[in-house]
């Protein structure tokens, strides 16, 4: 059989590379032409993948998280010589008693919870509408006197006054009879069924993934050790020895970064909730039980849990007409803030997921259009693995500078 020449090898392997880049040219080309229906494919593609791995994902997540849990319950079982043995069932049964416990821990949450609205909701009583009512209607007569006397400093009547004000007065009820408001009202009637019916929906697609994942978070759980042994022999023959350890290498970066955080995220979580509780307790702010819960729960999110901190504590206050302890209350929340943020997160939150607070609010923005709360939520371990990864880039294209100008260092000498 006759032998390939060099130059036909090298011709060859010029005209594969003509080929190649014909039928991208070709390919980007006809997607520009047709780019409406690429983008609806595209679209399509996107919502399909999303409802596919959505529940893929958080079961993965919810897994990583019950491990360690599910692990000393296994050792304990370990101990006993009828379940030693049997290590299936050992396992099976660790999965389903740290399951039962997370569900037991989130029950109690919730029925505190519960229990503190519905308490909240039947002591906001006659007296307390007609105090803020009160409050509000006090203040307006202050504000307004004080607007006048401002006004008759600087030669406007009290006549002139009272003609502009019934004008306004005019003009603000011929609005109201105006036929376009009352079918705006008739549209936003229609528009709230609509929303009821789209938020029932929701709340069904929400329970629908939540069941999906706690399915593949179980069976995740019960065979992650099989399922990881598969996967990296199938790794190492599809990728073969030179990719692989590049790729284990992020698989162990992307686990440090998203367990740590998550985890680190729920202590931090369940400390501001305590601490926020206790304090407002202390200020004597009512309901301080439920703004810390919300503040827990809001934390778990980077920046949102001060806000609805503030936001909980001036509604409250406000209604109870209590301004004296809402500034009380916002000084005690600033400084829980402050230490949450300069002491105890830095300390709780692995050292892997350090982020700066810039990239922070563009990952937040970045997950929130993508994903949602989940998105905002997933979005800072993302960025701290995008950080690792670019910061070995930047130490890789360094010392790759180095060695090239070392290498014509050698060639000129």
């Not at 060859?12 to 991208?24: D, G």
């Not at 032409?33 to 994902?57: H, N, Q, S």
């Not at 919730?110 to 009512?133: P, R």
């Not at 050292?351 to 970045?366: C, D, Q, R």
Request: charge should be positive; proline fraction near 2%.
């Amino acid at each position: 059989m006759k032998e390939i020449s060099p130059e036909d090898k090298k011709y060859r392997k010029i005209m594969k590379y003509v080929l190649i880049t014909f039928s991208v040219m070709m390919l980007i080309t006809l997607a520009v032409i047709r780019i409406e229906d690429v983008a609806a494919f595209c679209g399509k593609t996107w919502v399909f993948a999303a409802a596919v791995l959505k529940p893929i994902i958080f079961g993965v997540l919810f897994a990583v998280l019950l491990n360690p849990l599910t692990e000393k319950i296994e050792g304990l079982f370990c101990k006993v010589k009828f379940l030693k043995k049997r290590k299936a069932f050992t396992r099976v049964l660790s999965v389903v008693l740290a399951i039962l416990l997370v569900f037991l821990v989130l029950s109690v949450i919730i029925a505190v919870l519960m229990s503190v609205v519905t308490s909240s909701v039947q002591m906001i009583s006659v007296d307390s509408a007609k105090n803020f009512v009160s409050y509000a209607g006090t203040s307006i007569q202050n504000f307004w006197g004080k607007a006048v006397i401002f006004l008759n400093s600087y030669g406007v009547s009290k006549e002139d006054i009272d003609r502009v004000t019934a004008e306004l007065g005019k003009m603000i009820s011929e609005k109201m009879s105006d036929p376009f408001l009352q079918q705006s009202g008739t549209e936003g009637a229609s528009n709230l069924g609509n929303t009821i019916a789209g938020v029932g929906s929701a709340v069904g697609n929400f329970l629908k993934d939540m069941g999906f994942m706690l399915v593949f978070g179980i069976y995740f759980l019960i065979d992650g050790k099989n399922l990881i042994a598969f996967w990296s022999k199938a790794a190492k023959d599809i990728f073969g020895k030179k990719i692989y350890p590049y790729l284990e290498e992020f698989v162990l970066i992307a686990q440090r970064s998203f367990s740590g955080y998550v985890r680190g995220q729920l202590v931090d979580a369940i400390i501001m909730s305590v601490l926020v509780s206790i304090s407002l307790s202390i200020v004597g702010v009512d309901y301080s039980v439920a703004i810390g819960i919300g503040t827990g729960i809001g934390n778990l999110i980077p920046y949102v849990g001060p806000f609805v901190a503030y936001a909980m504590t001036i509604i409250v206050c406000l209604v109870e007409g209590e301004i004296d302890k809402l500034i009380i209350a916002a000084i005690v929340l600033l400084v829980i803030q402050v230490v949450d943020a300069q002491i105890i997160n830095p300390r709780i939150v692995s050292s892997n997921v350090e982020v700066h607070p810039v990239l922070v609010v563009v990952a937040l923005i970045a997950g929130g259009s993508i994903g949602g709360l989940a998105g905002m939520f997933l979005a800072v371990p993302c960025a701290a693995v995008i950080k690792i990864y670019f910061g070995k880039f930047i130490e890789w294209r360094k010392n790759g500078s180095r060695y090239n100008d070392s290498d014509k260092g050698r060639k000129k000498a």
